[in-house]
């Protein structure tokens, strides 16, 4: 096995008993950027010799602990990376748009302090789609991530640059952020696992904003043991945000020791097998759903009945407070500016009329729209109604079974430019994704098979805060099979 092969848990263990050093793990994960980065196109910036000094440091604290014992943080000598959206002190981050392009960060991210108090080694910033708006990482302002497996293929998105990277080995690990299923429906393209946590769960302080209500961050991982790990690691408190709950941290990765879902009942909603869906993909997952119940899970049918609202209610609200959100680019205070007179309209109209892109655009477009006078009951308060419906599905649901299933993404990875031209047919890639970050509650992606060649993907959601459940499910799944191993070969 090659060192870029590994997972946080085996990297850790023989980081721990002296066989590999940080530094040759950091190195291994550079070349292997050198090596397929041109053609996967996962990476908008890396930092070599940032992680490499960070990987001394760490292997300093190693040899330290060999010497004297003790504790040393989970992460410890571990290289990870981040997706664009997310503040890195001192490390351009653009969040794959022109206007930010020459941005770079004062300060970081809470959950970047956090992860480097954890010992992580930046290696780099992923692409996406600019602000994360997409599903397929065409909307960046840079280039097209490729999918490994298929590099004619999209990654999905908007964290398509750091689901392409832990999937082609270019890390050991990375951060997305999930506002509608940014996470984990890269996550299912690319036969990795993405965790959306509880809204409120992880902080956002530092993460560019995209839609502030629905908005979160979470790993993409190699396996679930490792996004047990990394949530443990990103979770908690953070008094400098606002949304996010002050309430204890589980241990996750502990928590997977627990293996048994002996008579958990597992939900199947049959709002998620919907006409349309590819049959390869529906095979895959109700294959899954039989090896749950043989692992010892009673699944029971259960109705959310207002999922099909979920695509509307989400395309109203996130561009509402999007078009809020991204009003701070304004060439004055920070980012890019083009200064094309002495007038403020003029310098604010040229400034974001060439920085952002077409998609960020339509966003903002239809956002002031269903804002304005007049639209506001019609459009921006009705879809915050039909919310609380869909929040009120999963609670009634969550009062029957202890997890809900279904598949992550109604397709797999569809080919580069096929969707691009269409809006609606890219905003379709989201069906399964948007109803969870609407009600708030946590779900995990993770491999379940392949479609012709393509990874599949299978979601666990589970009732807010109750990732140890989720993870418990996914973990006993993950157990039992090997997809989660196969690896892309890089052609
Ligand atoms: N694809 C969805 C969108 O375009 C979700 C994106 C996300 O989760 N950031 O808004």
Redesign the pocket.
């Known amino acids: 096995m090659q060192l870029f092969e590994l997972t946080i848990h085996e990297a850790r263990t023989l980081l721990e008993k002296g066989e590999i050093t940080s530094v040759a793990l950091t190195r291994a994960i550079l070349d292997r950027i050198t090596a397929v980065d041109s053609r996967v196109q996962a990476y908008l910036t890396v930092v070599a010799d940032h992680a490499l000094e960070q990987a001394r440091a760490a292997d300093e604290q190693w040899a330290e602990h060999r010497r004297t014992g003790g504790m040393t943080p989970p992460l410890l000598g571990i290289p990870m990376a981040i997706k664009d959206e997310i503040c890195t002190r001192g490390v351009r981050t653009t969040a794959g748009s022109k206007i930010l392009g020459n941005f770079v960060p004062p300060y970081n991210a809470t959950v970047m302090e956090k992860l480097y108090a954890a010992g992580g080694i930046l290696i780099g910033k992923t692409n996406q789609d600019e602000f994360?708006?997409?599903?397929s990482t065409e909307n960046s302002r840079y280039f097209t991530t490729r999918n490994p497996w298929d590099l004619s293929r999209v990654p999905g998105?908007?964290s398509g640059g750091s689901a392409s990277a832990v999937a082609a080995d270019e890390t050991i690990f990375a951060l997305g952020?999930?506002?509608?299923?940014?996470v984990r429906q890269p996550a299912a393209l690319t036969n990795t696992v993405g965790l959306r946590p509880t809204y409120g769960r992880v902080s956002r302080y530092g993460v560019v904003a995209?839609a502030s209500s629905l908005d979160q961050v979470g790993p993409i991982t190699k396996d679930v043991r490792d996004a047990a790990t990394v949530l443990g690691v990103i979770a908690g408190h953070d008094s400098h945000e606002a949304t996010s709950v002050n309430r204890p941290v589980p241990g996750y990765a502990a928590a997977l020791s627990n293996k048994s879902i002996k008579d958990l009942r597992v939900g199947v909603p049959r709002e998620y097998f919907i006409e349309g869906m590819q049959k390869g993909v529906e095979s895959a997952v109700r294959e899954a759903i039989r090896l749950l119940e043989s692992l010892g899970a009673t699944t029971q049918k259960v109705t959310l009945p207002h999922t099909d609202y979920a695509l509307p209610t989400y395309y109203l609200l996130?561009p509402a407070e999007a078009s809020a959100n991204l009003a701070r680019y304004d060439g004055v205070k920070y980012g890019y500016r083009l200064e094309e007179s002495n007038e403020m309209w003029e310098v604010m109209r040229a400034t974001r009329g060439e920085g952002f892109g077409p998609e960020v655009k339509r966003r903002i477009m239809l956002g002031t729209y269903a804002l304005s006078t007049g639209y506001y009951d019609a459009y921006y308060l009705k879809a915050q109604k039909v919310r609380t419906l869909i929040k009120q599905d999963f609670d009634k649901a969550f009062e029957q079974v202890d997890v809900i299933v279904g598949p992550t993404s109604p397709s797999t990875a569809f080919k580069i430019g096929e969707k691009v031209d269409d809006p609606l047919q890219m905003y379709l890639a989201?069906v399964f994704t948007l109803a969870q970050a609407l009600a708030g509650i946590p779900t995990i992606s993770f491999p379940c098979g392949f479609a012709d060649g393509l990874p599949v993907g299978l979601q666990i959601m589970a009732r807010a805060f109750d990732e140890e459940r989720m993870l418990q499910v996914a973990y006993a799944y993950e157990q039992a099979t090997e997809w989660h191993k196969r690896r892309p070969v890089i052609s």
């Open positions: 994360a708006m997409g599903s998105g908007s952020t999930d506002t509608g299923g940014s995209f996130a989201d």
